[in-house]
């Protein structure tokens, strides 16, 4: 056990905030923080007073903001502190309302932010293994980045009568690596940035161990089981115990049902936190609008929708209601002496919108730059100096009979045209990188339109490279490959806030992806949300300010537009929809849609007719896990060799015939996890999508607060055990694999106990 010291070389004399053995001490005397994080950057500037008064009458004493160093830095050496990326006045109407602020500023971030809050610009050095390691490509930037943070945030801190008590060190790395000279590294950046308030790290509770070192203090982050929490931490140091991360919620991905928290459970853990001397911050108090195109996406690529609700007391309009009073009632019972709760601010004001119509188009292939790339086979498209948006790639199909088009990749979605006709489309989120071509009985055009979604926040995968990726390769039935080469590339790239590029608008409709445009008039600036649920997919504008993605699949039909945003008398709104709309009309609403699903407006997704293949097949091991929720290492007796895993759960420890697992991966030799960018899910005996999100993609997410889960609200229940099939995207050598149960306390189910493990090259057909 590790006795915490200051990080700093500054004494404690000079500090007015310390750490101490049991307690955080501000000006000597023990403080309990009770933290809500908001992200300024998911916030209107003009509503952050508001959100800030909210959380202040909810019963905090602190507020936590995240800084995307992305949002700063789009452009290699270029900052950007201005207007909405006022971090200092931020922190400055935080204090002017009585909060504290605890800052963490990455360089990694997370947070369903594009790439986890890092610039895009580092995937033009090349490698699947250099981000958030200490090769220098990654590191002398990121120093950089925190030596600017410190210039323009360290008269902020309390050792300079600012609000900044704390920094934070990194997130979560222990998810990652157990690479602890990395860490000192990264404290050392920011020291040199000029922090001299206390430094921390933070890491999920079974994580805790993998990254610490004495010179940080360690936080655990959880939604459920603060004993647990606070036991890991009392044996890993002195000092006082906090949760980094409780959570309120949870984001939501495109496809999937909207999320809700357990709002009974949460009161409870928060008293039991409190009454236990421990400090803690509620991820999210307000998580608000992922504005612009800044939402990210989950793994292996699950999208994240532009609302970023995430079912919090502060909802994503600012309102407060029973769930803000819970926790209101809650916290006011752990006070300060003397201490006494402002009154929430009142909600601002919304409005209604008539329903008005786009009647003017501008197709996209009509409105590509002039300016081409000529490659003999496409590459990632940060290799081009693309950071996302629209890329159209063009070549001359010789011609030939009916053949097969297969790119090596394609992120993220793709419409294929032979001769300015759809003939399908390429998925990211399906590996579906092949479509079928017609006979051509002449050379023709073949035009490829790729759609950037989002690069994927968390683990390995952030090395998320985007654009249709050579060979391109025609195939024919008779298994004979030619390689497609000579390619134009244009591309229309929407930079850091999505900006617009110059359009020739038409007064008639289009059938293809077009960009639409149309108007209506406000008498007031209110609030309201902009109904999409009868357009198809792509970002929506208003008075050229992006508002984000929106994708009729749902959970989210709406688009929050901030009142402060529009103006009296004519607002122009564009569309950009790459799918087509049903109805080319909005309005605006005066309550949001947040969970509503529309699968049969998703691109045509394969049906899974699959089947195991176990007949006959031994297992490489069998085992049984211990109980309870904590992550577990398990090796093989012999490396097993395969592109599929299987694992089937023979029983659970409640009894009852389900299984649920909120993570798995598997390790090499070393027991390092191998890289997930390219698996999928190839069968799940069943899963769970009307009572909750029991989506079998929760598996690999990376994401321990959800889970697969069996189905257990259909009527029917699929024979034999529960058993799930990941495909790896190539054949691997697997070692051993690490499980994490469904979290939470004892007796959730689908905890499994006995299991058996098959590896092979083709564990499922097709019927």
Same mark, same amino acid.
């Given at each position: 056990?590790?006795l915490?010291?200051?990080p ?12 101490? #053995? ?9 403080l ?6 908001m ?10 007073k ?10 905090m004493?602190?507020? !936590? $903001? ?7 830095e ?41 790439m986890g ?6 995937l033009?050095?090349?490698g699947?293994?250099?981000?958030r ?35 934070q ?6 998810? *990652? ?6 860490m ?15 430094l921390?790290q ?6 805790v161990?993998?990254?610490h ?15 647990g ?7 890993l ?44 911050? *509620? ?5 608000g ?5 800044w ?10 929708t532009?609302?970023?609700? @995430? ?19 809650c916290?006011a ?11 929430p601010? $009142?909600?601002?004001?919304v ?7 786009l009647?003017?188009t ?13 490659a ?22 010789? $011609?030939?009979?009916a ?6 990749n ?14 399908g489309t390429?998925?990211?989120? @399906?590996?579906?990188f092949?479509?079928?071509l017609?006979? !051509? ?8 339109l ?17 654009g249709?990726q ?16 000579g390619? #134009? ?7 850091a ?5 110059? *359009? ?7 059938s ?15 609030d ?7 357009w ?19 959970p ?16 122009e ?5 790459l799918?087509?709309?049903?109805a ?27 089947r195991?293949?176990?007949a006959? *097949?031994?297992p ?35 009894g009852?015939p389900?299984?649920a697992?909120a993570?798995l ?9 191998l ?16 009572q ?6 929760? $598996? ?13 609200s259909?009527a ?19 070692a051993?694999?690490? @499980? ?20 092979g090259?083709?564990l499922v057909?097709?019927?």
């Amino acid at each position: 056990m590790s006795l915490l010291l200051h990080p700093t070389t500054a004494s404690a004399a000079q500090q007015r905030f310390a750490i101490g #053995e049991t307690d955080f001490l501000l000006d000597g005397k023990p403080l309990q923080i009770r933290c809500g994080e908001m992200h300024f950057a998911r916030v209107p500037r003009e509503y952050w007073k508001h959100r800030l008064q909210a959380i202040k009458a909810m019963g905090m004493n602190t507020v !936590c $903001a995240y800084l995307f160093w992305n949002y700063h830095e789009w452009s290699e050496g270029h900052y950007q502190w201005e207007d909405q990326r006022d971090a200092a006045e931020f922190c400055r109407q935080a204090q002017a309302e009585g909060l504290w602020v605890i800052l963490r500023p990455g360089p990694y971030a997370c947070a369903e932010w594009e790439m986890g809050g890092l610039p895009w610009w580092l995937l033009k050095h090349p490698g699947d293994a250099f981000l958030r390691s200490r090769d220098e490509a990654f590191v002398q930037p990121a120093r950089r980045w925190l030596k600017e943070v410190g210039r323009v945030l360290g008269a902020m801190q309390v050792t300079q009568g600012g609000p900044i008590l704390m920094v934070q060190v990194e997130n979560e790395y222990g998810f *990652l690596s157990d690479d602890k000279a990395y860490m000192q590294v990264m404290r050392q950046a920011v020291l040199d940035g000029g922090f001299d308030v206390p430094l921390f790290q933070c890491n999920p509770t079974g994580a805790v161990a993998r990254t610490h070192i004495p010179e940080l203090l360690t936080v655990a982050n959880f939604g459920s089981d603060p004993a647990g929490g606070f036991k890991a931490l009392a044996e890993l140091q002195k000092g006082p115990q906090m949760c980094g991360e409780y959570y309120s919620g949870w984001f939501d991905t495109w496809g999937a049902p909207h999320r809700r928290g357990d709002n009974v459970r949460a009161i409870q853990d928060i008293d039991a936190m409190l009454n236990a001397n421990g400090s803690f911050s *509620l991820y999210m108090a307000h998580g608000g609008t992922s504005f612009g195109l800044w939402g990210g996406c989950d793994r292996p690529f699950r999208p994240d929708t532009t609302s970023y609700d @995430y079912d919090a007391p502060i909802g994503e309009a600012g309102w407060v209601g029973d769930k803000f009073r819970t926790y209101r009632e809650c916290l006011a019972r752990h006070l300060e002496e003397g201490e006494v709760l402002p009154d929430p601010p $009142a909600r601002p004001p919304v409005m209604a919108i008539p329903e008005f119509s786009l009647d003017e188009t501008a197709p996209v292939l009509a409105n590509l730059p002039s300016r081409a790339i000529h490659a003999r086979s496409p590459e990632n498209i940060e290799q081009y100096d693309i950071s996302r948006g629209l890329v159209a790639y063009r070549a001359t199909l010789p $011609a030939g009979p009916a053949r097969r088009l297969e790119a090596a990749n394609a992120r993220d979605l793709a419409w294929v045209f032979v001769g300015g006709r759809l003939v399908g489309t390429l998925d990211t989120r @399906y590996r579906r990188f092949g479509v079928d071509l017609p006979a !051509c009985p002449r050379d023709t055009v073949v035009e490829i339109l790729l759609y950037t979604i989002a690069r994927v926040n968390f683990g390995m995968e952030v090395h998320d490279r985007k654009g249709l990726q050579g060979p391109v390769t025609l195939r024919t039935a008779r298994d004979e490959t030619q390689e497609l080469t000579g390619w #134009e590339i244009r591309a229309i790239d929407f930079g850091a806030d999505a900006e617009l590029p110059p *359009l020739r608008w038409q007064p008639r409709r289009s059938s293809g992806p077009a960009f639409w445009r149309g108007s209506f008039d406000a008498t007031a600036t209110a609030d309201t949300f902009l109904d999409m649920s009868a357009w198809g997919q792509g970002i929506v504008w208003v008075n050229g300010r992006c508002l984000g993605r929106y994708w009729s699949i749902g959970p989210t039909q709406t688009m929050y537009l901030p009142g402060p945003w529009l103006r009296a008398g004519r607002n122009e709104v564009v569309v950009l929809d790459l799918t087509g709309p049903r109805a080319n009309r909005i309005a605006g609403l005066t309550t949001p849609i947040l969970d509503q699903l529309q699968p049969g407006r998703d691109l045509k997704r394969p049906l899974n007719t699959a089947r195991p293949r176990l007949a006959g *097949l031994a297992p490489v091991h069998e085992g049984r896990f211990a109980s309870g929720p904590a992550t577990q290492d398990v090796r093989f007796a012999a490396v097993a060799h395969g592109r599929q895993l299987c694992i089937e759960a023979l029983d659970s420890f409640d009894g009852k015939p389900h299984a649920a697992i909120a993570e798995l991966a598997l390790l090499d030799g070393q027991g390092r996890p191998l890289n997930q960018a390219a698996w999928t899910i190839a069968y799940a005996s069943s899963e769970e999508a009307h009572q909750e999100d029991g989506s079998a993609l929760n $598996a690999i997410n990376g994401q321990a607060a959800d889970y697969w889960h069996t189905a257990y609200s259909d009527a029917v229940r699929p024979l034999g055990p529960p058993r799930l099939i990941i495909d790896f995207g190539a054949s691997a050598d697997i070692a051993g694999l690490r @499980y994490t149960p469904r979290q939470g306390p004892e007796g959730v189910t689908g905890r499994i106990r006995h299991y058996r493990i098959f590896v092979g090259d083709k564990l499922v057909e097709q019927n």
